[in-house]
């Protein structure tokens, strides 16, 4: 009896960090529905007030030794354990266990916890995956090697920590590649007109490897900073969720992640087109258009451009940004889940500016500092707390 509760406890504690696989929530579901206790059991722990007011009291005490000490006290010798004690003792465990296993990671946020090493996060650092038109695949890291050179083609070569492209002009049929940088990446690219593309973390650029045509078009899924090489014949335009941007020779941010569930051009310099289905715009330097997903709704305002390219420089800078969004960022560059104990922290409005490369300890720190939320970090979890 006791392994069933304990299975419960970490069914609970699994659920509460949203880490349940399809499976686990059937028996999760099929023990809730055994009785309106359990029930009751569940919606006291899924409050964690109660757990938090006495995890002092039971972090100390063994899963086990509780349960043995339970059952000396209530099961008198040669009597049988009642229905009433049964769920007295369940609750106990489940409360005792689940609480060891929610807030175990208290102790020491940081370093140590129970005596375990927590793994230290890290920034992101130089790292890609290049898709060739052949079905090849590169992985590619912060090093100098030449990666492909090919007789119809040309070379594509990692020139400081660069991917260059410099490919024939002979070449007559658009070949794509593709150029992925996963969550703790990023990377750049210099494509064959010359123009340069700084991709953030969990970014996509699909992109061919000469541009054949009166157009130079490529594809963002991601974040992205462009500085386009100027070429007046044939016009440079990137494709977004629900946008395109269309330019000559200029530079700009472009952002379309799908938790956003928006698409973001925001200008830096020259002047550049931004179309959708309904509405074409022309932007001047330090403007930014908005496209709500879903929506159809395209919103142009006046910002100060350098905040949406100051990752291209290592930092982190919000003005009056969703804690959501803040930590999207954060969990892409730092390659980290977070979850939320109250989902109105999401909403929470930050400014700031923090460094990109610093240790995760030092971004959240500052986050810290405002009174707004606390935070646990569990390995490679980020657990968030509003006060």
């Not at 230290?120 to 052949?134: C, E, F, M, V, W």
């Not at 451009?305 to 730092?334: M, Q």
């Not at 979850?339 to 971004?363: N, P, V």
């Amino acid at each position: 009896m006791t392994k069933k509760y304990i299975r419960i406890a970490e069914l609970i504690y699994k659920d509460k960090i949203g880490n349940l696989t399809e499976q686990e929530k059937c028996e999760l579901l099929a023990w809730l529905e055994e009785s309106d206790f359990n029930r009751q059991i569940f919606d006291e722990l899924a409050k964690g007030s109660s757990l938090s007011r006495s995890y002092d009291e039971y972090r100390n005490i063994h899963r086990e030794q509780v349960w043995n000490a339970i059952e000396k006290q209530i099961v008198p010798q040669g009597r049988q354990l009642s229905l009433r004690w049964v769920g007295y003792a369940a609750s106990v465990i489940i409360l005792v266990v689940a609480g060891w296993f929610i807030f175990q990671m208290s102790d020491n946020k940081n370093v140590v916890q129970e005596g375990k090493k927590v793994a230290r996060i890290t920034p992101g650092t130089q790292k890609a995956i290049l898709y060739l038109d052949n079905g090849e695949q590169v992985v590619l890291a912060d090093n100098n090697t030449v990666v492909v050179e090919d007789s119809l083609s040309g070379r594509i070569e990692q020139v400081d920590k660069s991917l260059v492209y410099q490919t024939e002009s002979t070449v007559k049929e658009e070949r794509l590649n593709v150029l992925e940088i996963p969550n703790g990446g990023e990377f750049q690219v210099t494509l064959a007109d010359g123009t340069k593309v700084c991709l953030n973390a969990g970014t996509k650029l699909t992109y061919p490897i000469a541009f054949v045509g009166k157009e130079r078009r490529v594809r963002l899924e991601g974040e992205g900073y462009f500085e386009v090489k100027r070429d007046e014949n044939k016009p440079f335009i990137v494709e977004i969720n629900g946008m395109e941007v269309k330019v000559l020779g200029t530079s700009f941010n472009l952002r379309s992640f799908a938790a956003d569930n928006r698409s973001t051009a925001t200008l830096i310099s020259g002047k550049i087109e931004v179309k959708t289905s309904s509405r074409r715009v022309e932007l001047s330097p330090n403007q930014q258009a908005d496209l709500w997903v879903g929506e159809n709704k395209l919103d142009v305002r006046e910002v100060d451009a350098a905040v949406y390219s100051a990752w291209t420089k290592g930092r982190f800078v919000f003005r009056r940004e969703r804690l959501e969004t803040i930590l999207d960022d954060v969990s892409r560059w730092y390659n980290v889940t977070v979850f939320y104990e109250q989902s109105s922290a999401k909403d929470i409005l930050f400014s700031g500016i923090m460094e990109r490369y610093a240790d995760i300890s030092k971004t959240l720190e500052m986050l810290e500092k405002t009174g707004k939320v606390s935070f646990i970090i569990d390995e490679q979890k980020i657990i968030v707390r509003a006060k």
